[in-house]
């Protein structure tokens, strides 16, 4: 919680909030004292000029200053509007957060006063910020949220729904683009927005349970954002470039492709298992499983991966392969598939138990159906691959873009689960997943 010496800095103005006989607001401290401490008190009156009882004269005789709080629209709690106030000799202003973001919406300073807004930060008597009041879901029960304590424990993970905006976690500023997932550490919380719900106990998506591998193409350091290592090597130059969430990857071109070893923790081992990415092709890539696979290429060193082929058929398409070195299994999206221009996301899974195969496409399942025969392979040679078939050239004349690619060892993916992960289109980072 931010104290006064941070103000300033932040360009906001602050007053120590005084009853009407000049006392500090749930403390003791005097007018003379408040100044010594180099805060100016100021006194809260509603819009027909009345402190408890107190008038404007008396305020006046005993030489307090007052204003009238409005809300983020100019306007008192009866409507009355700041225009109005100041006609009566009543100084409007909103209270905003230590973050500078209105304490009744969710404008900040330099919108309001790009609408002639004034504007403070309310102090009690030791400096420190006057906490909006309003109830949150945490721990599961109900609190009344008073700037200090949210009743959260170490290691409890939060759920934070918001709007689009900066809003101050823990000291830290973050933008929400959707939900943002943090985990609470001991101790007191300041919360400046006033439109989302935190929810603690548990609430997440999960979906970073069993997710062995997860790329975010944020950089062309290629790193593995599960922490467990399988970092991707550059065939050619690919690139990073604007992707679906954040960067992606741009590969293609007959030249550029991403690849990795084989390793436990992108291979199924034989078992279940699940993988996504998104992708953008502004024509056909026309390979097999060239998008994102781990396949060598030759039968009995494949596993799985995502293509544009079926059956000769343009079509989004995904692969499994049995330990036999003639055969695999197939399942392409329904009707003929979109390859125009524009991102979409692809999943595939595969249940060991009933040896079934789908494939999602955009949010829903629309290759379903198949199943594989024998056992899923699982081979030491078959190399990770984005953009190309096993060690053969990185595919088409054009660029792919891959953006936000996973893999979740002996877990498949529930319809919930990719209808989360699909985002209604925008995707998930990393941190969003949790």
């Given at each position: 919680m931010a104290d006064k010496d941070t103000l300033p800095i932040r360009g906001i103005p602050y007053f120590a909030i005084v009853d009407g006989s000049g006392v500090a607001v749930g403390g003791s401290l005097t007018m003379a004292e408040l100044r010594r401490r180099g805060m100016e008190p100021i006194c809260e009156v509603d819009s027909s000029g009345s402190a408890s009882g107190t008038s404007i004269a008396a305020l006046q005789r005993r030489g307090i200053s007052y204003f009238c709080p409005v809300d983020e629209s100019g306007l008192a709690a009866d409507a009355t509007t700041?225009?109005?106030?100041?006609?009566?000799?009543?100084?409007?202003?909103?209270?905003?957060?230590?973050?500078?973001?209105?304490?009744?919406?969710?404008?900040?300073?330099?919108?309001?006063?790009?609408?002639?807004?004034?504007?403070?930060?309310?102090?009690?008597?030791?400096?420190?910020?006057?906490?909006?009041?309003?109830?949150?879901?945490?721990?599961?029960?109900?609190?009344?949220?008073?700037?200090?304590?949210?009743?959260?424990?170490?290691?409890?993970?939060?759920?934070?729904?918001?709007?689009?905006?900066?809003?101050?976690?823990?000291?830290?500023?973050?933008?929400?683009?959707?939900?943002?997932?943090?985990?609470?550490?001991?101790?007191?919380?300041?919360?400046?927005?006033?439109?989302?719900?935190?929810?603690?106990?548990?609430?997440?998506?999960?979906?970073?349970?069993?997710?062995?591998?997860?790329?975010?193409?944020?950089?062309?350091?290629?790193?593995?954002?599960?922490?467990?290592?399988?970092?991707?090597?550059?065939?050619?130059?690919?690139?990073?470039?604007?992707?679906?969430?954040?960067?992606?990857?741009?590969?293609?071109?007959?030249?550029?492709?991403?690849?990795?070893?084989?390793?436990?923790?992108?291979?199924?081992?034989?078992?279940?298992?699940?993988?996504?990415?998104?992708?953008?092709?502004?024509?056909?890539?026309?390979?097999?499983?060239?998008?994102?696979?781990?396949?060598l290429n030759t039968f009995g060193n494949r596993e799985w991966g995502f293509g544009s082929t079926f059956s000769g058929t343009n079509r989004w398409s995904c692969l499994v392969s049995n330990t036999s070195t003639t055969t695999f299994t197939a399942v392409a999206a329904s009707g003929s598939g979109d390859f125009s221009t524009g991102w979409h996301h692809l999943v595939m899974t595969y249940d060991s138990g009933s040896k079934a195969v789908v494939l999602y496409l955009d949010g829903s399942a629309t290759g379903t159906g198949a199943t594989l025969t024998g056992t899923l392979n699982s081979s030491a040679s078959a190399t990770l691959n984005f953009g190309r078939m096993g060690a053969g050239t990185p595919i088409g004349s054009n660029p792919i873009l891959v953006d936000q690619a996973g893999f979740w060892k002996g877990r498949v993916l529930s319809a919930a689960d990719v209808t989360a992960l699909y985002n209604g289109g925008s995707g998930l980072s990393y941190a969003a997943m949790a």
């Amino acid at each position: 919680m931010a104290d006064k010496d941070t103000l300033p800095i932040r360009g906001i103005p602050y007053f120590a909030i005084v009853d009407g006989s000049g006392v500090a607001v749930g403390g003791s401290l005097t007018m003379a004292e408040l100044r010594r401490r180099g805060m100016e008190p100021i006194c809260e009156v509603d819009s027909s000029g009345s402190a408890s009882g107190t008038s404007i004269a008396a305020l006046q005789r005993r030489g307090i200053s007052y204003f009238c709080p409005v809300d983020e629209s100019g306007l008192a709690a009866d409507a009355t509007t700041s225009t109005t106030l100041r006609q009566r000799g009543i100084l409007p202003l909103c209270k905003v957060s230590s973050v500078g973001v209105a304490q009744s919406g969710s404008l900040t300073i330099t919108q309001l006063a790009r609408r002639g807004i004034g504007f403070f930060c309310p102090l009690d008597e030791s400096g420190n910020e006057v906490s909006v009041t309003g109830t949150i879901i945490a721990g599961g029960g109900s609190y009344v949220w008073t700037g200090q304590d949210a009743g959260l424990v170490v290691g409890e993970t939060a759920s934070l729904a918001a709007d689009a905006g900066s809003y101050l976690w823990t000291g830290d500023d973050m933008t929400a683009l959707r939900d943002i997932f943090v985990t609470a550490e001991a101790g007191s919380y300041a919360w400046t927005g006033q439109d989302a719900t935190l929810t603690a106990s548990g609430g997440g998506l999960g979906l970073q349970t069993d997710l062995t591998a997860f790329w975010e193409f944020e950089n062309t350091g290629w790193t593995d954002a599960t922490g467990n290592g399988t970092t991707l090597t550059a065939v050619g130059s690919p690139t990073s470039v604007t992707g679906k969430v954040g960067n992606a990857a741009s590969l293609g071109n007959s030249a550029n492709a991403l690849t990795a070893a084989s390793n436990t923790n992108i291979s199924a081992g034989g078992g279940s298992f699940s993988a996504a990415v998104w992708v953008n092709s502004a024509s056909v890539p026309g390979q097999t499983t060239a998008i994102f696979n781990k396949d060598l290429n030759t039968f009995g060193n494949r596993e799985w991966g995502f293509g544009s082929t079926f059956s000769g058929t343009n079509r989004w398409s995904c692969l499994v392969s049995n330990t036999s070195t003639t055969t695999f299994t197939a399942v392409a999206a329904s009707g003929s598939g979109d390859f125009s221009t524009g991102w979409h996301h692809l999943v595939m899974t595969y249940d060991s138990g009933s040896k079934a195969v789908v494939l999602y496409l955009d949010g829903s399942a629309t290759g379903t159906g198949a199943t594989l025969t024998g056992t899923l392979n699982s081979s030491a040679s078959a190399t990770l691959n984005f953009g190309r078939m096993g060690a053969g050239t990185p595919i088409g004349s054009n660029p792919i873009l891959v953006d936000q690619a996973g893999f979740w060892k002996g877990r498949v993916l529930s319809a919930a689960d990719v209808t989360a992960l699909y985002n209604g289109g925008s995707g998930l980072s990393y941190a969003a997943m949790a």
